[in-house]
């Protein structure tokens, strides 16, 4: 049995429900296959659904122009794969960022019409807009996939968290 959770999330509109199956996840991506909108997240049993709005829209455009002029300055090829859902069935895992990069791996996924995370390499760094505060830990999602960076946007502020390798785990930080 699935509990919804509404996050207080003015202006974007954001669920979490806990106790989603795969299979449910895996349907519900299926019956929004041709929409942009709204993003799915998937970690263990709980789904966020999140719609974005302008305000959501317009930050994590702006993230992703910056990472593009910076790649652009440095002469580095990169493929951006805009918010491709990535998931796989072993992690019981699954994202839909706000925008997917590949810089480093660019060349292992650059003729490729789709990306399988089960067998091609993971998006070297995401965007991550949250206009509103989630109560979803989505980095451990982007930690399981593998994924080097994640340029984030909370509130008023910016981060960047780069994966490093712990003794025990791997996060971002």
């Given at each position: 049995m699935a509990l919804a959770t509404a996050v207080d999330s003015l202006p974007e509109q954001r669920i979490v429900l806990s106790g989603v199956s795969w299979e449910t996840y895996e349907q519900t991506l299926t019956d929004f296959l041709d929409r942009s909108r709204p993003h799915f997240a998937y970690d263990r049993g709980m789904l966020e659904i999140v719609s974005p709005t302008p305000p959501h829209e317009e930050n994590g455009f702006a993230l992703a122009t910056?990472?593009?002029?910076?790649a652009e300055e440095l002469d580095r090829e990169y493929r951006l794969v805009g918010s491709t859902t990535y998931r796989r069935e072993a992690l019981q895992q699954g994202f839909e960022a706000d925008s997917s990069f590949y810089v480093l791996n660019e060349r292992f996924v650059l003729d490729l019409a789709e990306i399988d995370p089960t067998t091609d390499r993971p998006p070297d760094l995401v965007i991550e807009v949250d206009v509103s505060r989630s109560s979803f830990d989505k980095l451990a999602i982007y930690a399981?996939?593998?994924?080097?960076?994640?340029?984030?946007?909370?509130?008023?502020?910016?981060?960047?968290?780069?994966?490093?390798?712990r003794g025990g785990g791997e996060g971002l930080t």
């Open positions: 910056m990472v593009m002029t910076i399981g996939f593998g994924v080097q960076e994640v340029w984030r946007r909370e509130a008023d502020r910016v981060s960047i968290l780069a994966r490093e390798q």
